[in-house]
């Protein structure tokens, strides 16, 4: 099975701030990777999927970029409402494996 | 809009078996291929099952193989999850989720529902 190591697991930043998560897979998996953003007890949400196509009506604040085993989602211009755990996921073939989540706190 | 609307959770004994459900709206579902997510108390996303459109194709991966059967019918815009000898780490909320778009050997999500809650506790 490919393995999906996220880091950091936490992250804290202000708004206005930029922010980076790294995925990397165990294989290379092309651009196979989706990210999700889940907040508190609601379900995840699409936000980009091969690796850097942003899903229809997700702000343009997000953008994700990487090929090959190495992966990042970017947040720029964070906003409070960014305040979440954030999942990469990789779709290169079954299992279907998702990173451990990045949990991000807005200052 | 889509909607999924996952039943069927609740609190089982180890051992026992459980059928969970999920409704779609807004689009049609024999056109998707549909999954099943979970997420354990606290922790990350596990897939647990995959079914193509006309419930011909199923996929699992090991840690529930044998024991899960996802399964559909189209005609009643519904998703099920049978879950047999459930065990302890099968305590989840579990999410039905439609299939976005592929690799052309696995998929991404773009619509979930809010999940239903499967305890397995003696």
């Known amino acids: 099975d490919i393995q999906m190591t996220q880091s950091p697991s936490t992250l804290s930043a202000s708004v206005g701030d930029s922010v980076t998560i790294t995925c990397r897979a165990s294989q290379s998996i092309s651009s196979w990777v989706a990210w999700y953003q889940q907040k508190p007890g609601k379900a995840p949400k699409l936000l980009i999927y091969?690796?850097?196509t942003l899903q229809s009506g997700v702000p343009s604040r997000f953008s994700g970029s990487g090929s090959g085993t190495e992966f990042i989602l970017t947040i720029s211009s964070l906003q409070p409402d960014d305040s979440a755990t954030y999942y990469c996921h990789h779709y290169n073939t079954y299992p279907i494996t998702f990173g451990q989540g990045t949990r991000l706190e807005i200052k | 809009q889509v909607q999924l609307v996952e039943s069927g959770g609740g609190v089982v004994q180890p051992g026992s078996s459980l059928r969970v459900s999920c409704v779609a709206s807004?689009?049609?579902?024999?056109?998707?291929?549909m999954h099943w997510v979970r997420q354990a108390p606290g922790k990350g996303l596990e897939w647990v099952a995959g079914i193509s459109n006309d419930g011909s194709n199923e996929h699992y991966p090991d840690s529930v193989k044998g024991r899960f059967t996802i399964s559909r019918d189209n005609s009643k815009d519904t998703l099920y999850l049978e879950m047999n000898s459930l065990r302890n780490e099968d305590t989840a909320l579990y999410y039905c989720?439609?299939?976005?778009?592929?690799?052309?050997?696995?998929?991404?999500?773009?619509?979930w529902g809010r999940g239903t809650l499967v305890t397995v506790s003696s």
């Open positions: 989720a439609r299939e976005g778009g592929s690799s052309g050997k696995a998929p991404y999500f773009d619509y």
């Open positions: 091969k690796a850097s």
């Open positions: 807004g689009f049609t579902l024999s056109s998707r291929v």
